[in-house]
């Protein structure tokens, strides 16, 4: 039998020395994608045309839709140094914890880089290496019902106080004339990454920072980011269901696209599908900034974001980066956002028509998108996720009603300075 084993070891062996196939031949590379909204749909069909013009073949693999367990799942497959998946798509918040198992993209990019948001490929260059090429942005923005504002005769939101007011009144009013599944607000309230990003908003939005600041030191315990907590501590059960504290974005989605909530945070892909054709709230929906906190805040959004990088495990490292630069590309953004409202990360096509009459809110939200919040991840490093976890759980914490916020933010503060002591 050994003898049987020689070739195909000497096979894995060359792929792994030289890190591509022989040229000529066709590689079959694996891509994992993202499966929010139609992500999932539109990279099947990038990958495809991709294939189908340079003869290679591509397996799309789909990954769990929660960006904490899909963290997870690529740092147990990275850790085994698994050549199974060629290209991984990172979360912004990623490179550095992940940034070791990608190989340098610069020698196959051509220059493509300068295409895109500089903040964006400074984020994704970690020690000199570009690691991922950004494949789209996102900024958290406020979705509303304009049907239903309009029939009470309520402005769009401009601070916290005002939307919990508006959402309480339309649910009352609503609920009142028999429409009894009404909410008045949904967001991202379960217990992973994007509650973080949710109360990463309301805190920042209130002037009461980003958790860490740019210089490392601990800010979370401060009297705004209190006020902000004590606020949103008051929507669970009046103007959101109690399954919010178990919703992610599609379960967000899925209450407000059926008509059942007055107000939703979340990212823009959710527009393009608010929209679609057998949609329930096709065209009574509105998109505006995040609401400011109090007189004195400001509207937050929140960066978020997907990258491509190429595995330092790929026996085809050359295809799978040329996969890489095709799907980051600007035909491949454009088209993703026509069909999707999955928002470029070039400024060019922030100018383009189609791109425009798809989504009018990419140009009057511009400077949401292009000022957005970042999370304290590249000052946190390889901490970055455990910091979030525990920001979460307190958060998790006082939404529940477990804590009060107070408390919460105070044992908050004192875990993260334990976890830093030896500083990021
Ligand atoms: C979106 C964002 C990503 C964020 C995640 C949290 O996918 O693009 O950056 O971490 O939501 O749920």
Redesign the pocket.
């Known amino acids: 039998m050994e003898w049987k084993r020689l070739p195909l070891c000497f096979a894995l062996f060359a792929g792994l020395a030289f890190g591509t196939t022989t040229h000529g031949e066709a590689a079959d590379i694996a891509i994992s994608c993202?499966a929010?909204g139609q992500e999932l749909e539109l990279c099947r069909t990038g990958a495809e045309a991709w294939a189908k013009t340079t003869g290679n073949t591509v397996k799309v693999v789909s990954s769990p839709n929660?960006?904490t367990e899909r963290l997870a799942l690529y740092q147990q497959l990275l850790a085994g140094g698994a050549s199974d998946i060629d290209v991984f798509q990172l979360?912004?918040?990623w490179p550095g914890i992940l940034a070791s198992h990608f190989i340098d993209l610069k020698p196959y990019s051509k220059g493509q880089e300068a295409e895109h948001f500089k903040s964006i490929i400074d984020n994704n260059t970690v020690d000199g290496k570009l690691i991922a090429m950004p494949l789209f942005t996102?900024a958290g923005v406020l979705y509303y019902r304009k049907d239903l504002l309009d029939k009470h005769g309520i402005k769009v939101p401009e601070t916290w106080e005002d939307m919990t007011k508006a959402a309480e009144t339309v649910q009352k009013a609503e609920r009142d004339a028999g429409n009894s599944s009404l909410w008045g607000f949904v967001f991202?309230g379960r217990a992973?990454?994007?509650l973080t990003?949710n109360a990463l908003e309301w805190i920042d939005s209130f002037g009461g920072g980003t958790i860490v600041d740019a210089e490392g030191a601990i800010t979370v315990n401060n009297p705004k980011a209190q006020a902000a907590m004590a606020l949103t501590q008051q929507w669970v059960k009046r103007i959101a269901p109690e399954g919010v504290l178990n919703y992610?974005?599609e379960e967000a989605r899925g209450v407000f696209q059926s008509g059942n909530a007055v107000f939703m945070r979340n990212?823009p892909y959710a527009w393009a599908l608010a929209n679609g054709q057998d949609s329930p709230v096709r065209g009574k929906v509105g998109v505006t900034a995040l609401p400011r906190g109090g007189d004195g805040g400001k509207h937050s959004g929140v960066?978020?974001?997907?990258n491509l990088a190429v595995s330092r495990y790929s026996k085809h490292q050359k295809e799978a980066a040329d996969l890489a630069m095709f799907l980051t590309g600007r035909e491949e953004q454009k088209r993703r956002a026509v069909i999707a409202s999955y928002n470029p990360t070039m400024p060019a096509l922030y100018e383009d028509a189609e791109v425009l009459k798809a989504n009018p809110f990419f140009k009057t939200l511009y400077s949401t998108f292009t000022n957005a919040v970042a999370r304290p991840s590249r000052v946190t490093g390889q901490n970055y996720n455990r910091v979030s976890y525990a920001f979460w759980g307190a958060v998790h914490e006082v939404l529940s009603g477990q804590s009060e916020a107070s408390p919460a933010l105070a044992r908050l503060e004192s875990e993260l300075k334990r976890m830093s002591r030896r500083g990021w």
Do not use: P, R
């Open positions: 993202g929010v929660s960006a979360d912004v918040v996102d991202q992973y990454e994007g990003v992610a974005e990212w960066l978020g974001g997907w």
